[in-house]
Structure formats: C-alpha cells, structure tokens
C-alpha cells in the first residue's frame, strides 16, 4: 500500500507562483511513474502533468504548457508541480497519483494510487 500526500495549495493572486509537493510512503517511489491532475468546481478531473520513474520523460497538459513544470527527487519520495504565471482558471483541487505504467497515468486509466489533494485557489 502506497499513501501520497500533498501539499502547498493555497491562495495566490493571478501572476503569481506556487510549487505542490507530493510525499509518498514506503521506499519504492522509485518504482512508480507519477501524475498531477487537477478538478475545478463541476469540471472532470484532468491530468496536468506526469512524469516517468526516473524523471527522464515527462508530459505537460496545452493548458499549462510553458507555465507548469513537473519534478520528482526519488531520494526524497517527493513529487513536485512548480505552477507560474497562475490564472484564475488554474483555480482546482490538485491531485497527486502514482502507478507503474506511465502510459496508464498519462491516459488516466486504472491508477493504483490517489492522494487527498490540496486546493489552489486564484484570485483575479
């Protein structure tokens, strides 16, 4: 059983910055490729960003290109989302997930592991 957590959600004035974090248990973070998806009020929950096993190969949703970036550090079991020049409709719950299969998380089809998610709230 794998448990992620995140945090750094919050409110931020439109232009600004933030960076999410994902924690994962146990010592096999190493062994999942990872995704943040994001559900904004009565909106399906879309995936943002992901991210392979080693980091070496990433995605990132048009809608955020060129504004988020997708990280991970392995050593730490932590996942990151570094999101700039933040818009009103960036305004999500963000979620943190984990699966082996990067395809299936890129796909969002039968991910093994959710976190609770962290909100994000932008003003304009």
């Known amino acids: 059983q794998v448990q992620l957590v995140e945090s750094g959600g919050g409110l931020v004035q439109a232009g600004g910055s933030l960076r999410l974090s994902c924690v994962a248990s146990g010592r096999t973070f190493s062994t999942y490729a990872m995704a943040w998806f994001r559900q904004a009020p009565g909106k399906e929950r879309d995936v943002v960003a992901g991210?392979?096993?080693?980091?070496?190969?990433?995605f990132i949703a048009d809608s955020v290109k060129g504004r988020f970036t997708i990280s991970r550090d392995n050593a730490k079991n932590t996942l990151y989302l570094q999101m700039n020049s933040l818009k009103p409709e960036d305004t999500a719950v963000y979620y943190c997930?984990?699966?082996?299969?990067?395809?299936?998380?890129?796909?969002?089809?039968?991910?093994?592991?959710w976190g609770q998610g962290t909100q994000v709230t932008v003003s304009s």
């Open positions: 991210i392979s096993r080693n980091g070496g190969t990433k």
């Open positions: 997930a984990a699966d082996p299969q990067y395809g299936d998380l890129a796909a969002g089809r039968s991910i093994d592991y």
